[in-house]
């Protein structure tokens, strides 16, 4: 009897001792597992939730880009965001690199283009993943890839140089005066919709002054296509206004000349000494002269008086418009515009997002110490003995 109770004793410790060793073993398990699970979650939830800005511009500033990409990226990374820039010398090196940003699946594409026609089938695969492409300061054509615009209002920067010449002119009161001034015209690339506003909004202002006989071009230049020189290269300005020049205006001057870029400016600005044009001369006192961009070449005309005005564009105005964009198309936020109706890169209708441009002459030019583009010292130094 005694011995049946002592094995039934042992049978009884044995299997309560399996149970808990079972017990423990099954514990441990489940903890390694649990341990496993919380390291792996934030790795996989980071890398998920990383948003990657790619930002594709040129190596050199031209008339659509500063040259400066630390602001815009500066402020895509205060928001968080891992910023990739690419800059290219020209539009295949600049394909490569969009492709190259596309297979990185990045979360969103900035583009400056070197050459917008030539970056247009690069973007293919932005559509197919649904990347979020924004198009900065220059339009890209033919393609629906292109989620976004940002610029300037180029509209309303030709309404404010038709404006000036108007008023440099006295054109309202021109025709009961009985004078007739003669006008030409320099116009860059034909396919860029911003020199096609630029040059609806300037003849918003001077048609009238060519229907009344006030404004003539001996040239016969006023339409669009006929004004576009599809350059924006000093050399070509130059070449074109000696033809001009040469041709139409022999011992008559010129009165006004009416360009879109100060680039352009830089080379008008040759042919006009080389045919012996000058401030106060009588034979060929130098014309009204517009531009844009506010370059130091300009600034420099500007204050010696040889350019009336020059249009000044702040590219960061630019920048936080596309930080403002990607935030709210990120988070899944309706995105805010300015304009949905203008901008067809024959495509589509891009939505835009227009920044303003501020008039630049000799009555204003020290606003360029405020916008931060240039130092007093600077300014300073563009002062020039008069030619």
Known sequence: MRQRALAFMLAMLVAVTGTACAGTDKTQ??????????????????????????????????????????????????????????????????????????????????????????????????????IPVI??????????????????????AGQETGKYIESAKDLENAKDAGKIYTIEFLLGDSEDLDTQFFYEGLMEVLKPYFEEGVLQSKSGRTEFMDLCLNSYQAQDSKAKTSEILSQFYGEKALDIVCVETDQMVDGVEEALVESSYALHSSEHPWPVLTGQDASESAIRRVLSGQQGITVSREYELLDESCVDILKDKLSGEKVKVNTSRKYDNGSRIVPAQLSD?????????KILMDMGIYTEEELEGMKTVEK
């Open 29 to 130: 398990e489940e903890e390694k597992t649990a341990e496993a699970d919380t390291e792996e979650v934030p790795e996989e939830s980071e890398e998920k939730n990383e948003v990657v800005i790619g930002v594709c511009t040129p190596k050199q500033p031209t008339d659509t880009w500063s040259g400066d990409v630390g602001n815009l990226k500066a402020g895509l990374e205060e928001e968080g965001w891992t910023v990739k820039v690419k800059e290219a010398g020209d539009g295949a090196e600049q394909a490569a690199q969009i492709q190259e940003l596309a297979d990185q699946e990045v979360s969103a594409l900035i583009l400056a283009p070197v050459e917008p026609e030539a970056v247009s089938e690069a973007l293919a695969d932005y559509e197919e993943k649904e």
């Open 135 to 156: 198009s900065y300061s220059r339009l890209v054509p033919n393609t629906d890839a292109v989620n976004y615009y940002v610029g300037f209002d180029s509209e309303a």
């Open 357 to 365: 441009v501020q008039l630049i002459d000799l009555d204003n030019y």
